[in-house]
Nanobody, 122 residues
Framework: QVQLVESGGGLVQAGGSLRLSCAAS???????MGWFRQAPGKEREFVAA????????SYADSVKGRFTSSRDNAANTVYLQMNSLKPEDTAVYYC????????????????WGQGTQVTVSS
């Protein structure tokens, strides 16, 4: 019943920008949301998270100052604005939803989308 659908991935040159979107449906209660990514041969890692109200966010050190998470609750959509992209940002990016921001950050009891590919060329 719960569905998270990511979009906005693609190919971009280093230094460029992309904005990912995650549309959520089937979530009865307010939820924190977040973004994770997984590159080939690497473990899935936390990228960013945002509270249900959008008032608080959390970011991995590797993306601080470059990525910004926001949400439009009326549209049931969370966004990840990705600026100053680097080749090491290349990965499949996954949207996640959970009860609280800390739970999302540590992947505790979260729902997952199918992912969207982000490729950053050097």
């Amino acid at each position: 019943q719960v569905q998270l659908v990511e979009s906005g991935g693609g190919l971009v040159q280093a230094g460029g920008s992309l904005r990912l979107s995650c549309a959520a449906s089937g979530l009865t209660f307010r939820y924190a949301m977040g973004w994770f990514r997984q590159a080939p041969g690497k473990e899935r890692e936390f990228v960013a998270a945002i509270t249900s109200s959008g008032e608080s966010t959390s970011y991995a050190d590797s993306v601080k100052g470059r990525f910004t998470s926001s949400r439009d609750n009326a549209a049931n959509t969370v966004y990840l604005q990705m600026n100053s992209l680097k080749p090491e940002d290349t990965a499949v990016y996954y949207c996640a939803a959970g009860r609280t921001l800390p739970m999302v950050v540590r992947s505790a009891g979260t729902y997952w989308g199918q992912g969207t590919q982000v490729t950053v060329s050097s």
